[in-house]
């Protein structure tokens, strides 16, 4: 077996054991509710008979590890119980909420990643002129500013001012292109604003690292015009580094989601997560954490697995 | 928990130990700026309610939403009460909470990762994997589920503010602290046989204080990024009290009327969070290989 791939396996291995911790962390905090959550439920007025057969059907009874334990094989075999708030079940309501919330993410990435790409190598190229400055302050200023703002602008430019955009996100069921990008213009509009300075900061120092290398100096001193050195020669050699910050910065969507599904009305998985939190439906909030969790620990070990294959030095040991 | 930062912050030097006085700080425009900021909000935060015209809570305008007038400098809200009076009185909510959300998260990662280093491995270890664990948790997802559970009073949201940041600050300080434990300096300490409490608190702490208030700047953008998130879902600062998220959410019924009470929270919140970042980013730091701006 090659190093490469000991190496990558590890850092699977490494990566279900974090899952695992976090699994663990979440169920803990969520069921040390100060109230129980059969009394809860069916509010003061229950008779203490009601309240103990509804704790024996939520299996408050057994003690914490087990209930852990049940919990746990439930999420793996996708059955993470019954929402608390409509007794649906819970995969049924994420599995109606989770495509739509990966469309918007989707949509996002597919405009951010070549946006923010084009503007890191831009200010990459030209590091320490006027314009890589103005850039630079530009984007600084856009990771601080709070998606609320961003969205609030926006609705007010866009719909309220010119009219041009729907300020709800209520697509069709089945949109055609036009109505799609209408009706997703605004979110994907917010989220692309952080994620954009994100990513672009991250790949102008990708890029830069690679500038800086002797091969460039060589090639530019050969006569080999700058666009060129910068495409041809440095990018390539500088991949890894980008989908690393590429794989990076996506992980901001999971937050910037919450602000911007709740925001827009969007009926994806964040705005569902809010929701449970204001009904406290633990079961729902705990499946939706570990959605988010888990891609957020996906996205990273893409990142970490990107880093490690474009080291050549680990490619051919 | 994860933020990453949002400047690089490896590259903020870990001076050695320095003779001398404090020099002046040599800022660009845009530090300059952002240090005005700062210093803007500072004032408000300490001083704001006392400037403010009217009473907080009282309905004070003829109409809800107004413009900007002479009377109401920046309209009036829902109720008609005054805007500006109400974002006197609530940066200080935005601006003590993170602060001391983020001095808590600061100190007590610098704490534990000291304590980590000169622990010896087995400690380090223990405590790095479960930070590791911790940081895992997106820092919206972390406090969403702590508000589930526990409610959200201003002390606890503090607390969730600053256990949602402690790892990162951890992380930061520790790889400070891993560098600065093998300097020569701590070396001649520990050979001389001196304490660890005393390795950690007079040789490695004084020269980590530089770049860990570089991260307590970033930390205190991060908490009132989530705070003020938080209360603009409705489930941070619970009224009769109001953080300048707070403000913007009550207030989003005016939006289609574009009311300066929705806008003028928001931007304040901008101001302050770009104004943290700014004056962090022209910080002094060590010259990059490339040579090139830093």
């Known amino acids: ?317 | 928990m994860t933020e990453a930062p949002l400047s690089s912050l490896g590259d903020i030097q870990a001076r050695p130990p320095r003779a001398g006085g404090p020099r002046l700080p040599q800022l660009s425009l845009s530090g300059w700026i952002g240090l005005a900021l700062v210093v803007f909000w500072t004032l408000v935060a300490v001083f704001g309610p006392f400037l403010a015209p009217y009473r907080v809570g009282a309905i004070v305008a003829d109409d809800v939403f107004e413009p900007f007038s002479a009377r109401h400098l920046l309209g009036s809200d829902y109720l008609g009460r005054d805007v500006l009076s109400r974002m006197l009185s609530g940066a200080r909510y935005t601006v003590g909470l993170a602060l001391a959300a983020a001095l808590l998260a600061s100190s007590t990662g610098a704490a534990l990762a000291l304590f980590a280093v000169v622990s010896g491995r087995w400690i380090d270890e223990l405590v790095s994997r479960l930070m590791d664990a911790m940081i895992s948790i997106p820092s919206k997802i972390f406090a969403l589920v702590m508000v589930a559970a526990f409610g959200s009073s201003i002390p606890l949201l503090l607390l969730i503010a600053a256990v949602t940041y402690v790892p990162g600050a951890y992380r930061i300080a520790r790889s400070l602290a891993v560098g600065l434990n093998q300097m020569e300096y701590v070396q001649v300490a520990r050979a001389r046989g001196e304490g660890r409490l005393y390795i950690a608190t007079a040789e490695i702490l004084p020269n980590m204080i530089n770049p860990m208030l570089a991260d307590f700047g970033l930390r205190f953008v991060f908490v009132v990024l989530l705070l003020s998130g938080m209360s603009f879902l409705g489930l941070g600062v619970q009224p009769p009290h109001a953080d300048l998220g707070s403000l913007v959410r009550e207030n989003t019924s005016g939006l289609g009327d574009g009311a300066l009470a929705i806008l003028a929270p928001a931007v304040a919140i901008a101001t302050l969070t770009i104004g943290v970042n700014l004056l962090i980013d022209s910080l002094p730091r060590r010259r990059r290989r490339s040579g090139g701006e830093a």
């Open chain 1, 1 to 317: 077996m090659s190093a490469t791939l000991v190496l990558i396996l590890r850092r699977l291995g490494s990566a279900a054991v974090t899952l695992l911790l976090v699994s663990m962390v979440v169920f803990a905090i969520s069921s040390l509710l100060p109230g129980d959550a059969a009394s809860e439920t069916l509010g003061q007025s229950a008779t203490p008979e009601a309240v103990a057969a509804l704790r024996a059907q939520l299996g408050l009874n057994e003690p914490a590890h087990l209930r852990y334990l049940h919990w746990l094989a439930g999420l793996v075999t996708g059955d993470p119980g019954r929402s608390m708030a409509n007794n649906l079940p819970v995969r049924e309501i994420i599995a109606g909420r989770l495509p739509k919330s990966l469309l918007l993410a989707g949509l996002t990435a597919a405009v951010a990643v070549p946006v923010a790409l084009a503007i890191g190598i831009f200010s990459a190229m030209y590091r320490g002129s006027r314009l890589d400055r103005a850039l630079n302050v530009m984007t600084l200023s856009m990771v601080a500013a709070p998606e609320f703002l961003v969205a609030t602008v926006a609705v007010l430019v866009f719909a309220v001012k010119l009219r041009w955009l729907p300020s709800l996100t209520l697509a069709p069921e089945h949109p055609t292109l036009g109505e799609l990008l209408r009706a997703y213009a605004l979110p994907v509009m917010t989220l692309c604003f952080v994620i954009i300075a994100q990513m672009a900061r991250m790949t102008r120092a990708a890029v830069i690292d690679q500038l800086t290398q002797p091969y460039v100096e060589m090639a530019a001193l050969k006569g080999v015009r700058p666009a060129r050195v910068a495409l041809i020669h440095a990018l390539p050699n500088a991949i890894g580094p980008i989908v690393n910050a590429v794989a990076l910065s996506l992980s901001y969507l999971l937050g910037g989601a919450i602000i911007v599904e709740t925001i827009f009305n969007y009926p994806g998985i964040a705005s569902l997560m809010v929701d449970a939190v204001t009904s406290r439906d633990m079961p729902l909030l705990q499946a939706c954490a570990m959605i988010f969790c888990t891609a957020y620990l996906l996205l990273v070990l893409v990142a970490d697995v990107c880093a490690i294959l474009a080291n050549p030095r680990l490619r051919h040991p």
